[in-house]
């Protein structure tokens, strides 16, 4: 659900920024409990991956956490972040290859070029209810969907801050792989940001 912010709005106070940040998790939680239930019943290659995730090769799991993100992003917040907590610099072929992955699936898959990543305090909450016109099932989308893009905001932060301990490495490969990185995913930034000027 992509609907485009007011160029201006009032800011909320912290009282309500902190309780809609509350309802636009649960709503979040709520999607990926339908979601989680949903491939349960109908997709039979979901159990096999989640246990993949955990208890295959490094290589098997890369390429779960891969389809599960790719599958459904919006659903796939604590997959981005265990991905993320993977980047290890003392793991050298598990750093590298964790690095390539995320690296794809940053630029590919989670981040708009057109958009940077919002923090929820940046949305216009409040005009929740003229954006979703009254609907309660419009709410609740676009409450997770911002919740999703604050928390991603935060992982990705957290995967440049990898990054950045990969480029600090002693192993030559390790911080070629996270120099490249750091650049392409910063020339995307850097579009970004000259397309919203």
Known sequence: ??????????????????????????????????????????????????????????????????VSIQDNPLCSLETIRNLVGMVKVGKKKECIAVIETLTELFLSDLLRPDQKLKAFH??????????????????????SVWYFEDQLKEVYTSFVLALNAAAHDTVESNKE?????????????????????
């Open 177 to 197: 792989k996270a120099l490249s990185s750091i650049v392409n995913t910063c020339s995307l930034l850097l579009k970004q940001t000259m397309r919203i000027r």
């Open 122 to 143: 940046q949305r216009p909450l409040s005009m929740l209810g003229e954006l979703s016109s009254g609907n309660a099932i419009t709410r609740r989308k676009l409450l």
């Open 1 to 66: 659900m992509i609907i485009e912010d007011p160029k201006s709005f009032q800011k909320c106070t912290e009282q309500v920024l902190i309780e809609l940040k509350d309802e636009a998790k649960k709503c979040h939680d709520a999607e990926i409990a339908n979601y989680n239930i949903k491939n349960s019943k109908t997709n039979s290659n979901y159990q096999w991956m989640k246990t993949v995730m955990t208890k295959g090769t490094v290589s098997d799991k890369i390429a779960a956490h891969t």
